[in-house]
């Protein structure tokens, strides 16, 4: 009866440590971040999602704000930030001049332990700069994120960054639905 006990009780520990290094070994970690130079040297403002985890994320819900007010996309952002009267640039093989912007939904998405996912691509023009610029100061200082998501045994996450760390998302049951999700 002692034998069986400690073999019950071994087992049971075991398993839990299995379990735990089942999902350490799964473990996404969703990142925001946003740059002004691609790999190229070249000056584009970047905002991307990055997975520094170990294991694919499932994005459930991304949110994009402007001094906390929700926005839905890169062209409403860039009008409440920047220009009010900012209208999406109509590729006409000139982009040297007038920047291409380049944009993309994350809500939906599933991102590998490694890989990055651009969400907005803006490059600077010799007719853009002004605006480039803004943009640039803006994404320093008041644009900020929320990225729920969750691993693939459906562990939640979510990251909203409070200056630059990122480190420590907040675990959840279920990733809420923003009234406000970021779509393009």
Same mark, same amino acid.
């Given at each position: 009866?002692?034998?069986?006990?400690?073999?019950? =009780?071994?087992?049971?520990?075991?398993?839990?440590? +299995?379990? $735990?290094?089942?999902?350490?070994?799964? =473990?996404?970690?969703? &990142?925001?971040?946003?740059?002004?130079?691609?790999? $190229?040297?070249?000056?584009?403002?970047?905002?991307?999602?990055?997975?520094?985890?170990?294991?694919?994320?499932?994005?459930?819900? %991304? /949110?994009? %704000?402007?001094?906390?007010?929700?926005?839905?996309?890169?062209?409403?952002?860039?009008?409440?930030?920047?220009?009010?009267?900012? &209208?999406?640039?109509?590729?006409?093989?000139?982009?040297?001049?007038?920047?291409?912007?380049? *944009?993309?939904? /994350?809500?939906?998405?599933?991102?590998?332990?490694?890989?990055?996912?651009?969400?907005?691509?803006?490059?600077?023009?010799? $007719? +853009?700069?002004?605006? =480039?610029?803004?943009?640039? *100061?803006?994404?320093?200082?008041?644009?900020?994120?929320?990225?729920?998501?969750?691993?693939? %045994?459906?562990?939640? =996450?979510?990251?909203?960054?409070?200056?630059?760390?990122?480190?420590?998302?907040?675990?959840?049951?279920?990733?809420?639905?923003?009234?406000?999700?970021? *779509?393009?």
């Amino acid at each position: 009866m002692v034998v069986s006990l400690i073999s019950l =009780w071994v087992a049971i520990a075991t398993e839990r440590a +299995n379990r $735990q290094m089942v999902a350490a070994s799964s =473990w996404p970690l969703l &990142e925001v971040d946003s740059s002004n130079v691609d790999d $190229q040297g070249r000056s584009v403002l970047l905002f991307e999602v990055s997975n520094a985890g170990v294991g694919p994320a499932k994005v459930r819900s %991304f /949110e994009v %704000f402007y001094k906390g007010k929700p926005y839905r996309s890169a062209v409403s952002l860039i009008r409440a930030c920047c220009a009010p009267a900012f &209208e999406r640039p109509t590729p006409t093989g000139d982009e040297g001049a007038i920047g291409a912007l380049i *944009t993309g939904g /994350e809500a939906g998405n599933v991102i590998r332990a490694g890989q990055t996912h651009p969400f907005i691509k803006y490059s600077l023009g010799t $007719q +853009n700069g002004k605006l =480039w610029h803004a943009i640039n *100061t803006a994404r320093n200082e008041n644009i900020t994120y929320r990225i729920c998501y969750c691993s693939v %045994f459906d562990e939640c =996450w979510i990251n909203a960054p409070a200056g630059r760390d990122q480190l420590d998302p907040t675990p959840v049951d279920k990733c809420p639905v923003p009234p406000v999700p970021y *779509t393009e």
